[in-house]
Nanobody
């Protein structure tokens, strides 16, 4: 069983940066995949980024490519989403998720979810 805790959200001006964290407890292996998703008010949850938990295999949505990066912590049980050049349209609740398998864009393929962290970008 894996438990995930999302943190690091907040209010930032357009053009600013935030680093979200996904801290895992329980048994997690390096070959698992981590995904980041977001859900804006009144919209469906959408894919943001995914990679192998232990590193490699990163894939990003076109809307965030070049601005967002998945970063592994020195502690093997934490992964970050570094978000730069934020835009108002990035405002959403962000979730990390883990699946026992390869990186995947579909949210339905994930087994464990964090509680979400709110990101608000002001113009």
């Amino acid at each position: 069983q894996v438990q995930l805790v999302d943190s690091g959200g907040g209010l930032v001006q357009a053009g600013g940066s935030l680093r979200l964290s996904c801290a895992a407890s329980g048994q997690i292996f390096g070959f698992y995949a981590v995904g980041w998703f977001r859900q804006a008010a009144g919209r469906e949850r959408e894919f943001v980024a995914t990679s192998v938990w232990g590193g490699g295999g990163a894939d990003y949505a076109d809307s965030v490519k070049g601005r967002f990066t998945i970063v592994r912590d020195g502690s093997k049980n934490t992964v970050h989403l570094q978000m730069n050049a934020l835009k108002p349209e990035d405002t959403a609740v962000y979730y990390c998720a883990v699946r026992v398998g390869t990186p995947h864009r579909s949210s339905s393929g994930y087994d464990y979810w964090g509680q979400g962290t709110q990101v608000t970008v002001s113009s």
